[in-house]
C-alpha cells in the first residue's frame, strides 16, 4: 500500500522530508513519474559534471543512478528530464536533508546560469521564496553557494 497518495513507495516517503526541497526551484522533483521524490533533474542537467563531483564525496546510504524522465504534470511536463534516481542503500544511515542540501549545491556550482530559485507564491505564502519556506531560514539559501556539507 502506498504511503500517500503523492508518495507512492516507501523509498519515495524516506527521501521526500529532503527532496521536497526541489519543489523551490526549477528542478523537478519527480512529480507527473511513478517515482517522485526519487527522481530529480532537469532538461538543463549536466549529469557527467555532476556525477562526477558527488563520486568525490559520495551520499551515505544511497547511490545516485543516472536516469532520464519525462513528467507528465508539473515542472517540465512533456520534457526530457536528465537527473537521477536515489536508490537508498542503507536507510539507517541516509540523512534526506543533508544529502539534497549536497545535491542543491553541486547543482548550483554547476549549472548557474540555469538552475533558479521558484519565486512566490508557494502554498499561501505570497512573498517568502519558496526555498526559503521549505528550508525554514534564508540565511541557509544564502550559504549554499560556500558551505562544505560532507
Known amino acids: 500500500m502506498a504511503p500517500s497518495p503523492n508518495l507512492p513507495t516507501p523509498t519515495s516517503a524516506l527521501v521526500y522530508p529532503g527532496q521536497v526541497l526541489w519543489e523551490g526551484t526549477n528542478v523537478s522533483e519527480g512529480r507527473g513519474t511513478t517515482?517522485?521524490?526519487e527522481l530529480f533533474?532537469?532538461?538543463?542537467?549536466?549529469?557527467?559534471?555532476?556525477?562526477?563531483?558527488?563520486?568525490?564525496?559520495?551520499?551515505?546510504?544511497?547511490?545516485?543512478?543516472p536516469a532520464a524522465f519525462e513528467p507528465t504534470s508539473n515542472k517540465?511536463?512533456?520534457?526530457?528530464?536528465?537527473?537521477?534516481?536515489?536508490?537508498?542503500?542503507?536507510?539507517?544511515?541516509?540523512?534526506?536533508?543533508?544529502?539534497?542540501?549536497?545535491?542543491?549545491?553541486?547543482?548550483?556550482?554547476?549549472q548557474p546560469e540555469q538552475f533558479s530559485w521558484r519565486p512566490p507564491p508557494y502554498e499561501y505564502e505570497y512573498e517568502k521564496l519558496p526555498i526559503d519556506l521549505l528550508i525554514?531560514?534564508?540565511?541557509?539559501?544564502?550559504?549554499?553557494?560556500?558551505?562544505?556539507?560532507?
Open 35 to 37: 517515482q517522485p521524490f
Open 41 to 65: 533533474g532537469a532538461p538543463f542537467f549536466d549529469v557527467f559534471r555532476l556525477e562526477a563531483e558527488l563520486r568525490q564525496a559520495p551520499i551515505s546510504g544511497a547511490i545516485l543512478r
Open 76 to 110: 517540465w511536463q512533456g520534457q526530457c528530464c536528465r537527473g537521477f534516481q536515489i536508490h537508498l542503500t542503507d536507510p539507517h544511515r541516509y540523512a534526506p536533508y543533508t544529502a539534497t542540501l549536497r545535491l542543491l549545491q553541486a547543482v548550483i556550482r554547476h
Open 136 to 150: 525554514g531560514d534564508a540565511s541557509i539559501r544564502q550559504r549554499l553557494r560556500t558551505w562544505t556539507l560532507s
